[in-house]
């Protein structure tokens, strides 16, 4: 973005509910079925065919509005939102308004300090979120003479999280995006998978000049489907928008799209107004009511939410917030984290080996922690002897972590039978430094003279001859012990 101009960004996220089946029909749920083969009368939109709703998306809608701290109506209704798509097989998407479920809340952001400076956390407001149905997917390459249709997708049940225009950066969308992803996910409302498109988003994008309160024209991005394209998208918006005002030009208030191949967003039509949807109450579905008993039912049903976890494991284990962040990407790699905390009896240790060598091997082999080879209790083993000082780090991880994925028997008995315990034996680290300051006259003396540098150098020399095995704590201790007496 050109000097001289802020960011003015909102985001508008789709979550796909995880319900059995879809929102206002019986037809299952469900991804990579055969296309087309997920469908009735009621979400092909055909004649006489009448909605009803899914309650079980009304409970998630509430999760999600208790955990942001909104204000849930007791009544909202819906309404019918036309435009014409080949997707959208009915020529209306049935959503709520003017009045959703969930109205207001906020989450909080840490801020980003290159355009905040020291301000601090950054409250961001929602605006509401509402439910309504999706539409069908549009397959425009799959032999390169036609566009195809797969209305599976048509009438799954979709939360749309609308947020105020608060955000300043990319980097802000993105962390935002990551917030609400973690929220939903920890809730069990929404599997969060980008790839797939069940968690989405659309970013509202504007410039205006450093010091100007009035906004800018705004220009909607659809359809951002991870959190790097929603950032590179954002900063070539950004760019392109200040330049052209740099130059005289003016804004249009279109929808463009984002071409991830380009690196660059692309006009698609103008920027629809309200009035254009042609917005009408939905005339076969009654007001949705809920009463102050189903309210408080949802909250008693909220699990630990993600921000609370991570606030626990900082307190409890030390952890830095980055660290607890990453460990509570989702709720099968937390609870995996929460045993192998309690059965390794220390949390920077587990936490040490989670997002060290246990996220290496997921991700090397593609797959999540719910199918991850060892139990919490067989890599327990193995923390326990590191932390005891029974094996040393390198030695854990470079020659007993992978016997442990081979399938060689627990942690205990590799070592013993490797034969790689750890010698804590203070004599004998002790005759082993004596021996390596012996060998190395020059590097002693220069430390004497104030090159404490190479100190690290006699280390690493004693733990070449204690072959790996040496205590490397210890090894420092008698090291500083012997150099304050030559």
């Not at 020529?91 to 355009?115: K, M, N, S």
């Amino acid at each position: 973005m050109k000097p001289g101009y802020e960011a003015v960004i909102g985001l508008e996220v789709h979550v796909q509910l995880r319900t059995r089946t879809k929102m206002f029909c019986a037809c299952q749920n469900l991804t990579g079925a055969i296309p087309n083969s997920l469908t009735c009368p009621v979400c092909l939109g055909l004649p006489g065919a009448l909605p009803a709703l899914n309650a079980e998306a009304v409970r998630m809608a509430l999760a999600l509005g208790l955990a942001v701290g909104a204000k849930i109506q007791p009544e909202s209704t819906f309404y019918r939102k036309q435009y014409f798509y080949p997707d959208l097989p009915k020529g209306y998407q049935i959503t709520q308004g003017p009045v959703a479920l969930v109205e207001g809340g906020h989450v909080d952001l840490p801020g980003d300090p290159r355009v905040r400076g020291a301000e601090g956390p950054v409250r961001v407001r929602i605006e509401r979120a509402h439910l309504e149905e999706d539409a069908g997917k549009s397959h425009h390459d799959l032999d390169g003479k036609a566009s195809h249709v797969d209305l599976n997708r048509a009438g799954v049940p979709l939360l749309e999280i609308v947020g105020s225009p608060d955000l300043r950066s990319p980097q802000e969308a993105s962390d935002y995006l990551k917030i609400l992803h973690r929220l939903v996910v920890g809730l069990g409302i929404c599997d969060g998978n980008m790839e797939e498109g069940s968690f989405r988003c659309d970013a509202n994008v504007s410039v205006r000049r450093s010091g100007v309160v009035d906004f800018g024209t705004r220009v909607e991005v659809k359809n951002l489907n991870s959190f790097r394209f929603v950032r590179q998208a954002l900063d070539h918006e950004l760019e392109r928008q200040s330049a052209l005002l740099e130059q005289g030009g003016t804004v249009l208030m279109e929808t463009r799209g984002w071409d991830a191949a380009s690196g660059e967003t692309r006009g698609q039509r103008t920027k629809e107004a309200a009035m254009d949807y042609r917005y009408f109450p939905e005339p076969d579905l009654p007001p949705l009511r809920v009463d102050p008993a189903e309210i408080e039912a949802a909250r008693r049903a909220l699990p630990e939410l993600p921000d609370q976890r991570i606030l626990r494991w900082r307190e409890a284990y030390g952890l830095g917030q980055d660290e607890a962040q990453a460990l509570a990407q989702s709720p099968a790699f937390a609870t995996y984290f929460e045993a192998l905390a309690h059965l390794g009896g220390s949390g920077r240790g587990a936490a040490a080996w989670m997002l060290g060598e246990v996220s290496r091997t997921l991700n090397e082999r593609g797959m999540g922690i719910e199918a991850f080879p060892l139990s919490p209790e067989a890599l327990a083993g193995l923390v326990r002897l590191v932390e005891a000082r029974t094996l040393g780090f390198g030695t854990a991880k470079d020659q007993v972590f992978p016997a442990l994925l081979a399938g060689e028997g627990t942690a205990e008995a590799i070592v013993a039978r490797r034969g790689l315990a750890q010698v804590n034996d203070r004599a004998a680290v002790e005759a082993l430094v004596d021996q390596v300051l012996a060998a190395n006259p020059a590097p002693v003396a220069q430390i004497r003279s104030g090159k404490e540098s190479l100190k690290g150098f006699l280390v690493g020399q004693v733990l070449k001859a204690g072959q790996g095995r040496l205590d490397a704590k210890l090894v420092n201790e008698v090291l500083s012990e012997a150099l304050a007496k030559v």
